[in-house]
């Protein structure tokens, strides 16, 4: 039986869902003829443990359902991928269902009948055309900091929608994703540029810094990026020459709204300031 605390979103949610088909879509029209000029690629984790533990994690839910609910009512389509495809691992802990738009989001995409929290049929993301997309958005969660670094399919795409002229945005430790990214003459995408992330100090404050494979911030600043850290847990969003960052789960909806103004802002341009 479905979680009846999901029941009073799903119809609407799911036929939005279903107009689109394949992967895990949400089209950023009310009509099923309408098709969205401007679209956004989502990208979670498929880890679904802290690394060789036990211990649980994936996606931070708040960073895929707030900045999903910012793009859609902007009339933004959206794409839902992870590193591996298909379901996708939710961090239980960030299960809030007093967030409207965590209800929203997981009575659209989540499997809750099987024992556990995932997202169903995220697409893999080395099947994606980036072409198609204006921005891509890396959500966070603990799980990021193992599938995301240095990983081909999301050096292809971040860096092949950069060069097209679209945006990357990153949030919490979704900007885990930027560590392996490239610049045209091969240096690290982020060196000399204004970023954020969860920070050293916030990992220590939720004890687990000892279980990451390196700390996020640390290893940004080693990449020559000019860090911008707020206090713990504080909203922070950094945009800096169409890549933004967000500090930790406050800032996931600061986050999508930069990305928001950077495509219309791009797509002003584009048709003459018209």
Same mark, same amino acid.
């Given at each position: 039986m479905q979680n009846p605390t999901l029941r009073p979103l799903a119809f609407a949610s799911l036929f939005s869902f279903s107009l689109v088909g394949a992967c895990n879509t949400t089209p950023g029209a009310t009509k099923a003829d309408s098709v969205p000029a401007h679209r956004v690629l989502i990208v979670v984790t498929s880890q679904s443990t802290l690394g060789p533990s036990d211990e649980v994690t994936g996606l931070y839910l708040s960073e895929a359902s707030h900045p999903w609910t910012t793009f859609t009512e902007a009339g933004l389509g959206v794409e839902i991928a992870s590193p591996s495809g298909g379901d996708a691992p939710i961090d239980p802990r960030s299960i809030d269902l007093r967030d409207a738009s965590n209800r929203a989001f997981l009575a659209a995409f989540a499997d809750?009948?099987?024992?556990?929290?995932?997202? *169903?049929? %995220? !697409?893999?993301? &080395?099947?994606?055309?980036?072409? *198609?997309?204006?921005?891509?958005?890396?959500?966070?969660?603990? #799980?990021?900091?193992?599938?995301? =670094?240095?990983?081909?399919?999301?050096?292809?795409? /971040?860096?092949?929608?950069?060069?097209?002229? @679209?945006?990357?945005?990153?949030? !919490?430790?979704? =900007? /885990?994703?930027?560590? @392996?990214?490239? &610049?045209?003459?091969?240096?690290? $995408?982020?060196?000399?540029?204004?970023?954020?992330?969860?920070?050293?100090?916030?990992?220590?404050?939720?004890?687990?810094? &000892?279980?990451?494979?390196?700390? $996020?911030?640390?290893r940004l600043r080693d990449l020559? /990026?000019?860090?911008?850290?707020? +206090?713990?847990?504080?909203?922070?969003?950094?945009?800096? &020459? *169409?890549?933004? %960052?967000?500090?930790? =789960?406050? +800032?996931?909806? #600061? %986050?999508?709204?930069?990305?928001?103004?950077?495509?219309?802002? /791009?797509?002003?341009?584009?048709?003459? #300031?018209?």
């Open positions: 809750t009948e099987s024992g556990g929290w995932r997202l *169903r049929g %995220t !697409c893999r993301l &080395d099947s994606i055309d980036p072409s *198609r997309f204006d921005a891509v958005y890396f959500a966070g969660g603990h #799980g990021t900091m193992w599938d995301f =670094p240095n990983l081909e399919a999301v050096r292809g795409v /971040a860096e092949a929608i950069r060069r097209q002229g @679209g945006t990357i945005a990153a949030v !919490c430790h979704g =900007p /885990a994703a930027l560590v @392996g990214l490239r &610049d045209g003459s091969g240096r690290p $995408l982020v060196e000399g540029r204004r970023l954020t992330s969860f920070t050293d100090a916030e990992e220590e404050a939720v004890a687990l810094a &000892d279980a990451m494979p390196f700390l $996020l911030e640390s020559g /990026a000019t860090f911008e850290g707020a +206090s713990n847990f504080a909203p922070n969003v950094v945009v800096d &020459d *169409r890549i933004v %960052t967000g500090q930790n =789960p406050a +800032s996931a909806t #600061g %986050t999508a709204e930069a990305v928001v103004e950077l495509i219309f802002a /791009a797509a002003h341009d584009r048709d003459g #300031g018209a």
